[in-house]
């Protein structure tokens, strides 16, 4: 199977990967923002031409990939981001839903920074890797790496 993941990165991005080729199978209209060498089968959007495994966490790559996706899919119904800088950038987004994924612990630091967006990112359940319980944004979370993709909607027409 080809996947979207270059052999610098793993497990989220195949993740994200599945879920816009199942988005697509299943009727929705996607579009992925990721890096340029990306093999997903799906409509992509990018700032970067090649994935930069060694830089992950930087915070010059992640702010340009976040800038430029969010200026590509300001127009779509939802944006599933998976970063740590894209909810702050979204505030300039006001009108467009946007759904984060940490894919990593939800830490004091974490949970200092997403407090400043107050009721824009509420703390809600959410699942981690491991097969312990569920964790709110308040409690300690899942360890795991991240990287950034983000993954927006747009509603086919005739289609709810």
């Given at each position: 199977m080809d996947t979207d993941p270059s052999p610098l990165y793993g497990g989220i991005e195949l993740v994200v990967d599945q879920m816009a080729r199942g988005l697509v199978a299943a009727g929705?209209?996607?579009?992925?923002?990721?890096t340029g060498d990306s093999t997903c089968?799906?409509?992509k959007r990018w700032a970067l031409e090649h994935a930069e495994g060694m830089r992950i966490?930087?915070?010059?790559p992640e702010l340009r990939h976040?800038?430029?996706?969010?200026g590509a899919v300001a127009d779509h119904d939802v944006v599933h981001d998976?970063?740590?800088m894209g909810p702050f950038y979204s505030e300039?987004?006001?009108?467009l839903p946007?759904?984060?994924t940490i894919h990593g612990p939800f830490?004091?630091?974490l949970t200092d920074l997403y407090s400043a967006l107050g009721t824009r990112v509420p703390s809600s359940p959410s699942p981690t890797h491991s097969s312990g319980p569920r964790r709110t944004s308040h409690q300690k979370g899942h360890p795991s790496r991240a990287r950034r993709l983000g993954l927006s909607l747009r509603r086919r027409r005739g289609r709810r």
């Open positions: 929705h209209d996607v579009t992925l923002f990721t089968p799906v409509p966490g930087m915070a010059v976040v800038i430029h996706a969010y998976h970063t740590v300039r987004f006001l009108g946007v759904v984060t830490n004091d630091e």
